[in-house]
């Protein structure tokens, strides 16, 4: 079955630096998302991204946060000035228009 | 904004059981996915729904568009079932995000 591959893993950085997370999607699909899901709740949505462009963003997707798809193959979420309480993982989903596909996830630790 | 409620929160079966999980949302969808996630974190895409019934080995995952409800049914359950079995729900038009449920923990004991 087709991969989403996320990297890294895990990450762990202090807080008021920048990270960025890194996404591989299924190669023919067209609509990209980053999901988050803070330790013990449910999955959020955060943004997706569809032509080149954001088609829809979440309130917690603030100008803290970006999505750049650089190459035609990555897909990333950069996350500028990190706070504590973006501690979570950090899923990136990849679809056409049936199912969802779902990268393993990066845990973001924020200290 | 859509409301995804799963029921129960926690369902702790011996081996072999049949299992149900159930999920209820607010407002009309145009698909709805069944995921698994195991600790770690990775999430796994079960079924993708938008009408009648899909069988996969074990698993059978029913919608009822009407009522706005879908379960999952897992037959002769098994200890590698237990994960947390989660509902996600995608809204009409080109936007094909998913909003989703709080999860059910299933724990299944030899």
């Known amino acids: 079955e087709p991969e989403v591959t996320q990297t890294p893993s895990h990450q762990v950085t202090q807080m008021g630096q920048e990270v960025i997370l890194r996404c591989v999607p299924i190669?023919?699909?067209?609509?990209f998302y980053w999901y988050r899901q803070i330790l013990g709740q449910k999955v959020e949505f955060l943004v997706s991204?569809?032509?080149?462009?954001?088609?829809?963003k979440s309130e917690i997707f603030d100008d803290q946060f970006s999505v750049e798809r650089p190459d035609g193959s990555n897909f990333t979420l950069k996350i500028r000035s990190t706070k504590l309480e973006d501690s979570a993982m950090y899923f990136c989903?990849?679809?056409?228009?049936?199912?969802?596909?779902f990268g393993q996830g990066t845990r973001l630790t924020v200290v | 904004k859509n409301e995804v409620e799963q029921s129960p929160q926690n369902l702790t079966a011996q081996e072999g059981e049949f299992i149900t999980i159930n999920c209820s949302y607010s407002?009309?969808?145009?698909?709805l996915h069944w995921l698994q996630q195991h600790p770690g974190g990775g999430i796994v895409s079960l079924f993708m729904?938008?009408?009648g019934k899909k069988k996969h080995g074990r698993l059978i995952a029913t919608i009822n568009i009407q009522e706005k409800h879908s379960s999952l049914h897992i037959t002769a359950s098994h200890p590698r079932d237990s994960a947390v079995y989660i509902c996600?729900?995608?809204?009409?038009?080109?936007?094909?995000?998913?909003?989703f449920g709080k999860g059910t923990l299933l724990t299944v004991n030899p």
């Open positions: 190669s023919n699909h067209l609509y």
């Open positions: 729904l938008s009408s």
């Open positions: 991204f569809y032509n080149n462009e954001i088609s829809e």
């Open positions: 996600a729900v995608r809204g009409g038009g080109s936007n094909y995000k998913l909003t």
């Open positions: 407002v009309g969808i145009s698909a």
């Open positions: 989903a990849s679809s056409g228009t049936g199912r969802a596909f």
